[in-house]
């Protein structure tokens, strides 16, 4: 599965920026979808994840309240919707998929990643 992220951009805090990952190619209702970020000198880190159908989400609980993962199943694309952004949450942000449809933080669950979208948040 190719994965193809967008939506990134630079916003003042406070602001909202919604993220966008569409999956093309041998798609499963098996995946697990997530979204990662990674600040300069930091791990990559989860943030959300949803299943294929969309029925159940997870997130990082510095972003829960926030941030919303959803998923539109006629498109193949996952969304993050960010608001009330803060400059801790500037990072290039990817979406991954991996099998299976329980929840797993760690990056190295995933085998399929997008490229990534820088976010900037201003104070």
């Known amino acids: 599965v190719q994965l193809q992220a967008s939506g990134g951009g630079l916003v003042q805090a406070g602001g909202s920026l919604r993220l966008s990952c569409t999956a093309s190619g041998r798609t499963s209702s098996n995946y697990y979808m997530g979204w990662f970020r990674q600040a300069p000198g930091k791990e990559r880190a989860f943030v959300a994840g949803i299943t294929w159908s969309g029925s159940n989400t997870y997130y990082q609980d510095s972003v829960k309240g926030r941030f919303t993962i959803s998923k539109d199943n006629a498109k193949n694309t996952v969304y993050l919707q960010m608001n009330s952004l803060k400059p801790e949450d500037t990072a290039v942000y990817y979406c991954?998929?991996?099998?299976?449809?329980?929840?797993?933080?760690?990056?190295?669950?995933?085998?399929?990643w997008g490229q990534g979208t820088q976010v900037t948040v201003s104070s």
């Open positions: 991954a998929a991996r099998d299976g449809v329980l929840v797993l933080t760690p990056s190295s669950y995933y085998k399929y």
